[in-house]
């Protein structure tokens, strides 16, 4: 662009337009939030082809019945009709696309007239309120124990809390479960005749909870805790810290000043992952203690090839993964001002 001598654009020269934002931290984090919820969108549409591929490709069809009976052909040929299963794969896969994109994710297969959408928001509400609650015990219960075993190094302390998160970490859920049904559901009734023992079905906010919800919560917790005195003592043994003990500041000064600060950078990246394995995971805990939740509709519809079914439940699922991951990363510039999103 050629300029006057005074510094004035000359005539007929083309005016820059152009607008400066300043990259502020909240300009910043802001961009960032968008290109990460932008790519979510490719991330979902090969969690939806993935998942198409592989159900077409397992042997049998939504319309096998056990035990060796069949529908008649002309039969399996109307529901196929019914259902757009009678098209081209390629078809079938785009409508589908075009579909969820107005969020419209098709007829469940085995609860006639009822839609996915119907069903995922009816289960939901169980199955994230059964994870809400296991991650309220792994966060404060984990981190606290790993905190304590690592200040209290090679001590009785430690030995016990190593000991729970090695016990913890042993076992399957559906392995605990069974064992907390029979001790705190059969044994615990037949001793106190009835007047003392946790119910093992049923949904409420009250006794009906405490079984699944410590059941999930078990192995989420000692491999948090674990993950937290490894990090913990790795904290204890940097400089800064030696510098605040030879203050003489206070234990508890010098913990949640400089040691918790610095260690919960390494269990974060865990708690993202930890707390969309304990929404989307619960599927073997929902079916141990009968929970009508997302997790036993999708164990379900893999039984019974629902194909709508297992389709919407898998997008939830990875809709859910990508939010907390994108969520950890946000925490970060929340847990160290060095952070920087970009």
């Given at each position: 662009?050629?300029?006057?001598?005074?510094?004035?654009?000359?005539?007929?020269?083309?005016?820059?337009?152009?607008?400066?934002?300043?990259r502020t931290r909240a300009v910043?984090?802001?961009?960032?939030?968008?290109?990460?919820?932008?790519?979510?969108?490719?991330?979902?549409?090969?969690?939806?082809?993935?998942?198409?591929?592989?159900?077409?490709?397992?042997?049998?069809?939504?319309?096998?019945?056990?035990?060796?009976?069949?529908?008649?052909?002309?039969?399996?040929?109307?529901?196929?009709?019914?259902?757009?299963?009678?098209?081209?794969?390629?078809?079938?896969?785009?409508?589908?696309?075009?579909?969820?994109?107005?969020?419209?994710?098709?007829?469940?297969?085995?609860?006639?007239?009822?839609?996915?959408?119907?069903?995922?928001?009816?289960?939901?509400?169980?199955?994230?309120?059964l994870g809400a609650l296991a991650?309220?015990?792994?966060?404060?219960?984990?981190?606290?124990?790993?905190?304590?075993?690592?200040?209290?190094?090679?001590?009785?302390?430690?030995?016990?809390?190593?000991?729970?998160?090695?016990?913890?970490?042993?076992?399957?859920?559906?392995?605990?479960?069974?064992?907390?049904?029979?001790?705190?559901?059969?044994?615990?009734?037949?001793?106190?005749?009835?007047?003392?023992?946790?119910?093992?079905?049923?949904?409420?906010?009250?006794?009906?909870?405490?079984?699944?919800?410590?059941?999930?919560?078990?192995?989420?917790?000692?491999?948090?805790?674990?993950?937290?005195?490894?990090?913990?003592?790795?904290?204890?043994?940097?400089?800064?810290?030696?510098?605040?003990?030879?203050?003489?500041?206070?234990?508890?000064?010098?913990?949640?000043?400089?040691?918790?600060?610095?260690?919960?950078?390494?269990?974060?990246?865990?708690?993202?992952?930890?707390?969309?394995?304990?929404?989307?995971?619960?599927?073997i805990v929902e079916t141990v203690?009968?929970?009508?939740?997302?997790?036993?509709?999708?164990?379900?519809?893999?039984?019974?090839?629902?194909?709508?079914?297992?389709?919407?439940?898998?997008?939830?699922?990875?809709?859910?993964?990508?939010?907390?991951?994108?969520?950890?990363?946000?925490?970060?510039?929340?847990?160290?001002?060095?952070?920087?999103?970009?």
């Open positions: 662009m050629s300029v006057t001598a005074e510094g004035r654009p000359a005539k007929g020269a083309p005016l820059p337009f152009r607008i400066k934002v300043p910043s984090l802001g961009l960032y939030v968008v290109r990460r919820v932008l790519w979510m969108v490719p991330v979902v549409f090969f969690v939806i082809l993935i998942t198409f591929v592989l159900m077409h490709l397992a042997p049998g069809s939504p319309w096998d019945r056990g035990g060796g009976r069949q529908l008649a052909p002309a039969v399996v040929a109307n529901l196929n009709a019914k259902y757009g299963l009678d098209k081209p794969g390629w078809q079938q896969f785009l409508l589908y696309l075009w579909n969820a994109a107005h969020f419209d994710f098709g007829l469940s297969y085995q609860y006639e007239g009822k839609s996915v959408s119907y069903l995922i928001l009816n289960g939901w509400p169980y199955t994230f309120t991650f309220l015990i792994v966060v404060p219960v984990g981190i606290g124990l790993g905190i304590v075993a690592a200040l209290r190094q090679n001590t009785r302390v430690d030995y016990l809390t190593m000991g729970f998160a090695t016990f913890g970490a042993s076992f399957p859920n559906f392995v605990v479960g069974m064992l907390m049904i029979i001790v705190f559901g059969v044994v615990l009734y037949n001793v106190t005749g009835g007047n003392v023992y946790l119910p093992v079905t049923g949904f409420g906010l009250d006794d009906h909870l405490i079984l699944p919800v410590v059941t999930l919560a078990l192995l989420p917790t000692a491999y948090i805790a674990r993950l937290t005195r490894a990090s913990t003592l790795d904290t204890l043994r940097q400089e800064f810290v030696r510098t605040a003990w030879a203050k003489g500041l206070t234990e508890r000064l010098v913990v949640i000043r400089h040691i918790l600060r610095n260690s919960l950078i390494p269990v974060v990246t865990a708690l993202g992952p930890t707390f969309a394995f304990l929404v989307t995971g619960s599927v203690f009968a929970i009508p939740g997302v997790g036993r509709a999708f164990v379900t519809a893999v039984e019974s090839r629902d194909y709508p079914m297992i389709l919407g439940t898998t997008i939830l699922f990875s809709i859910v993964i990508a939010v907390a991951n994108l969520v950890v990363d946000l925490l970060y510039v929340f847990i160290d001002p060095r952070v920087r999103l970009s």
